[in-house]
């Protein structure tokens, strides 16, 4: 069983930058592939990108170059860095986990096993 918790959400006027982090818990954190998605009101869950335990990164063309995900092992701990920030990013965002240490393409929520309860990122204009 691995728990996550999500921080850092806040919120930001466009352009600015937000960093949210999802701390996990377990002993094995570094052979999981984390996912970020998010969900803005009235709208489904949408991938944002994802980590293999390798560290291969991998994002929606939504927020290609704009964000960037990392982790650091050590911390059981994956990062989104989020710059250039639009009011269309605006949602609740999540942090997901799976059994993955070498990469594969998950981008949906059903590939996913363990999910934090989220943190709100508002972007105003």
């Known amino acids: 069983q691995v728990q996550l918790v999500e921080s850092g959400g806040g919120l930001v006027q466009a352009g600015g930058s937000l960093r949210l982090s999802c701390a996990a818990s377990?002993?094995?954190?570094?052979?999981?592939?984390m996912g970020w998605f998010r969900q803005a009101p009235g709208k489904e869950r949408e991938f944002v990108g994802g980590?293999?335990?390798?560290?291969?990164?991998y994002y929606a063309d939504s927020v290609e170059g704009r964000f960037t995900i990392s982790r650091d092992n050590a911390k059981n701990t994956v990062y989104l860095q989020m710059n250039s920030l639009k009011p269309e990013d605006t949602a609740v965002y999540y942090c997901?986990?799976?059994?993955?240490?070498?990469?594969?393409?998950?981008?949906?929520?059903?590939?996913?096993?363990?999910w934090g309860q989220g943190t709100q990122v508002t972007v105003s204009s």
């Open positions: 377990g002993r094995t954190f570094s052979s999981y592939t």
């Open positions: 980590i293999s335990g390798s560290g291969f990164t």
């Open positions: 997901a986990a799976r059994n993955g240490y070498y990469y594969s393409d998950y981008r949906t929520s059903d590939e996913y096993d363990y």
